[in-house]
C-alpha cells in the first residue's frame, strides 16, 4: 500500500487497503495499523478538513490498534 504524505499536526503519511479494511496512519511517534476501518471513515478522513481533528476524535480512541514501525 502507498502511503499518501500529508502535514496535518503530528500526522505525516495516511493509507488504506481496502480489502483488509485497514487503515495505515504514520505519525510523529510511530507508524499504526487501525483495523475494520469502513471505506467511508477513510472517505471522510482522507478529505478532511482538519485531519488531525478527524482522526483524534473518529478514529484514534475508536479502532483497534498496532504499532507496526
Given at each position: 500500500?502507498?502511503?499518501?504524505?500529508?502535514?496535518?499536526?503530528?500526522?505525516?503519511?495516511?493509507?488504506?487497503?481496502?480489502?483488509?479494511?485497514?487503515?495505515?496512519?504514520?505519525?510523529s511517534?510511530?507508524?499504526?495499523?487501525?483495523?475494520?476501518?469502513?471505506?467511508?471513515?477513510?472517505?471522510?478522513?482522507?478529505?478532511?478538513?482538519?485531519m488531525q481533528?478527524?482522526?483524534?476524535?473518529?478514529?484514534?480512541?475508536?479502532?483497534?490498534?498496532?504499532?507496526?514501525k
Amino acid at each position: 500500500m502507498e502511503l499518501k504524505k500529508v502535514n496535518a499536526g503530528n500526522i505525516r503519511a495516511i493509507g488504506y487497503d481496502d480489502k483488509r479494511r485497514v487503515l495505515v496512519v504514520e505519525q510523529s511517534s510511530g507508524t499504526f495499523e487501525y483495523s475494520n476501518v469502513t471505506p467511508e471513515i477513510w472517505r471522510r478522513l482522507s478529505t478532511s478538513g482538519s485531519m488531525q481533528s478527524y482522526f483524534r476524535d473518529n478514529i484514534d480512541d475508536e479502532f483497534m490498534k498496532r504499532r507496526v514501525k
